[in-house]
């Protein structure tokens, strides 16, 4: 990696966060600056105890006032409504990681980008709710979006392999979820423990019950339209039960362009903290 990056986890005790915490942990030069946690204090105390990072931000308003991390000198903790915007925006910060999930994210994601500043986004859901926004902003302040999705991961490198004017359409795979086989009458009979058993992927709750509907795949159709500039006619979707072609970028001349590796959300974290570069890390290999 050409230069060090310094990283702040907006969502650190998620699915997400702590994939990324394996990540930093096994890259020379990636260093934690910022951590958030919700509703579990003790893991980001834990979280907070290893890193040391410069900022932590407890977000819920219930239990934030009393969050302390004595002993921890280097460490601010920050409280208040406006704690994860001051975070973000802090000049100590390269990468902000967007791994809150839901629309909770919008407004820290918001302020990293007003900032200027790279954000892996993993979180969806601002983008489907802000996406044009979002993106008419990031071309004001400079900033940079990496996506985190895997899907879109896969569509962010393979279009490397061309000019965006070149592109005629990009498919986005789906794994189907855990009820693809079941048909409509025996669909009416699972339970919420079936749809957050997910086949493939280890997730947040959210998202396990949206892939689970397939509800995810239409937030991502969404997500890709606004961070590749497309029309909604140059997205399709096909079931890829295996789940190792991540997504494909098919060009003006025929040639389809695919990423593909064993289905692991460290990758496509690793590649959004360091890209341009690629390095080894902890990610299986195909
Ligand atoms: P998790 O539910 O595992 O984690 C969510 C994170 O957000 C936790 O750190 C949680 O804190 C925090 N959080 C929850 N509610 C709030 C709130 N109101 N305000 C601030 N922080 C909050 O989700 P995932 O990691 O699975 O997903 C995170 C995002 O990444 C989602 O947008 C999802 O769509 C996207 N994504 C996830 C993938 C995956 O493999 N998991 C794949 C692709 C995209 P705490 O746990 O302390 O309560
Ligand atoms: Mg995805």
Known sequence: MRSNKNIAILGSTGSIGRSALDVIRSIEGLKVVGLSGHSQLDLLTKQAHEFEP?????TNPETRDSFKLPGLKQTEVLSGSDALEVMVTSGEVDIVLAAIVGQAGLDSTWAAIAAGKTV????KETLVVAGNLMTELAKSS?????????EHSAIFQALAAGNATEVRRIVLTASGGPFRDLNSDQLKHVTVEQALNHPIWEMGQKISIDSATMMNKSLEIIEARWLFGLRHDQI???IHPQSIVHSLVEFQDGSVIAQLSPPNMKLPIQYAFTYPDRVAGVCPRL
């Open 120 to 123: 892996a986004l993993a979180n």
């Open 236 to 238: 399709d979707v096909v």
């Open 142 to 150: 400079g900033a940079t979006i990496i996506p985190v999705d895997s």
């Open 54 to 58: 410069r900022f932590v931000v407890a």
